[in-house]
């Protein structure tokens, strides 16, 4: 057994040192242009995921089903630029989000499976590695992200029409 033991350690340390060659010998390519290796894909999306589960846990400090908040939410949601990387309801994305990797997800497909709680996390804090920033870098407030969570939750549910009303110069 204590050969066994040995063995499995040995194999252990042999692969840490291979894995440390590999990403610190330069063999990883950080290239935009390359997709990652399916290992490291799916190990990246598993931390994302378990991370915001964990720390999306705020709660809202008003009605994130009240139209006014939503429409407030659309509004930031354009000026704040999130529009260029996601697209919206009836306008595409920016030619330039098309280099980011990974690619900004299609928030009509995510919202549904979100929490607000974690909409508001993500938008506040951003994500390392993805291009996302930190709103809550840029001090915008708590309830301006809020707004944009309410927003991005009701997406998949916005008309072109409305939402181009919403986003109208005033």
């Given at each position: 057994?204590?050969?066994?033991?040995?063995?499995?350690?040995?194999?252990?340390?042999?692969v840490a040192?291979?894995?440390?060659?590999?990403?610190?010998?330069?063999?990883?390519?950080?290239?935009?242009?390359?997709?990652?290796?399916?290992?490291?894909?799916?190990?990246?999306?598993?931390?994302?995921?378990?991370?915001?589960?964990?720390?999306?846990?705020?709660?809202?400090?008003?009605?994130?089903?009240?139209?006014?908040?939503?429409?407030?939410?659309?509004?930031?949601?354009?000026?704040?630029?999130?529009?260029?990387?996601?697209?919206?309801?009836?306008?595409?994305?920016?030619?330039?989000?098309?280099?980011?990797?990974?690619?900004?997800?299609?928030?009509?497909?995510?919202?549904?499976?979100?929490?607000?709680?974690?909409?508001?996390?993500?938008?506040k804090h951003?994500?390392?590695?993805?291009?996302?920033?930190?709103?809550?870098?840029?001090?915008?407030?708590?309830?301006?992200?809020?707004?944009?969570?309410?927003?991005?939750?009701?997406?998949?549910?916005?008309?072109?029409?409305?939402?181009?009303?919403?986003?109208?110069?005033?």
């Amino acid at each position: 057994m204590k050969t066994f033991l040995a063995f499995i350690g040995l194999l252990a340390i042999i692969v840490a040192i291979a894995a440390a060659l590999f990403f610190f010998g330069g063999f990883y390519s950080v290239a935009g242009t390359e997709e990652d290796p399916g290992v490291v894909n799916w190990s990246l999306i598993q931390v994302r995921q378990a991370s915001v589960a964990r720390h999306g846990k705020d709660t809202p400090p008003f009605s994130l089903d009240d139209p006014a908040v939503v429409q407030q939410g659309a509004r930031a949601f354009s000026e704040r630029g999130c529009v260029n990387c996601h697209g919206g309801p009836g306008v595409e994305w920016q030619k330039f989000s098309e280099g980011l990797r990974p690619d900004p997800p299609d928030l009509k497909e995510l919202a549904p499976q979100r929490e607000p709680q974690q909409l508001f996390w993500v938008i506040k804090h951003g994500i390392k590695m993805t291009g996302m920033p930190s709103f809550g870098a840029i001090e915008v407030p708590d309830r301006e992200i809020w707004t944009i969570a309410a927003f991005v939750k009701k997406l998949p549910n916005v008309s072109e029409a409305d939402y181009k009303a919403w986003t109208a110069p005033r």
